[in-house]
């Protein structure tokens, strides 16, 4: 999405595993590889999902450059990913190890959600968590939405609904927002409008 917003030509390219792990810096996905030229040689390569993201955000100015207002941002992208690995941690236990997990996700889930609802009316209910704009924090929190709504009902078919029952008006004008604005086009026109998923039955 930062890539799209930005306007920057780019490709997602799927390296063979595992043959490709040994070339990647840290062994895993996802690897930015930053290519100034046509000449193919990477001027700029970084691993790190959240460093990844922040440095992309930084560039592109998504984040203010106002250090403690790009922190207020960044901590909501990090509480994300804790969120997320408390759903996929859980999947595989059993029993009642994984109640336990499940109720400590569904307690962050609840919690998130207050939060987002919170700064958004915080900034006037306007489809954005900061300022006037498109920022980082938008974009990361319709990733946190679409991942669950969309993708992890692959992994766990109850997932999507209990996460859309935490969808308030707030949430989901930030949603529309996020997917009415042109910056965005290409993202939603391949990867789908969240929207409709949530108004689904
Ligand atoms: N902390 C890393 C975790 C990276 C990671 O675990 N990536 C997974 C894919 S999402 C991976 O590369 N799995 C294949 C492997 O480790 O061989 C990040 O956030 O980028």
Request: proline residues 4%; glycine residues 6%.
């Amino acid at each position: 999405m930062l890539l799209t917003a930005a306007k920057v030509e780019w490709v997602e390219e799927h390296p063979e595993w595992p043959q490709e792990k040994a070339n990647q810096p840290f062994g895993h996905l996802p690897v930015l590889v930053e290519k100034s030229g046509d000449e193919g040689c990477p001027d700029f390569i970084l691993s790190e999902s959240g460093s990844i993201e922040r440095y992309l955000a930084r560039t592109f100015n998504f984040v203010p450059t106002d250090l403690k207002q790009a922190a207020r941002q960044e901590q909501l992208r990090d509480q994300h990913l804790d969120v997320i690995l408390a759903f996929f941690n859980q999947l595989h236990m059993v029993d009642d190890a994984k109640k336990e997990k499940r109720g400590e996700f569904d307690e962050m889930l609840v919690k998130i959600a207050e939060i987002h609802t919170a700064i958004l009316k915080n900034n006037g209910d306007c489809g954005h968590l900061f300022g006037k704009e498109l920022s980082f924090a938008d974009m990361s929190t319709y990733a946190f939405y679409k991942l669950f709504v969309m993708y992890a009902v692959e992994f766990d078919a109850t997932v999507g609904s209990v996460v859309k029952d935490k969808i308030t008006p707030e949430i989901l004008n930030l949603i529309r927002t996020v997917e009415a604005n042109p910056m965005l086009d290409g993202h939603v026109s391949k990867k789908g409008r969240l929207v409709e998923h949530i108004l689904a039955k």
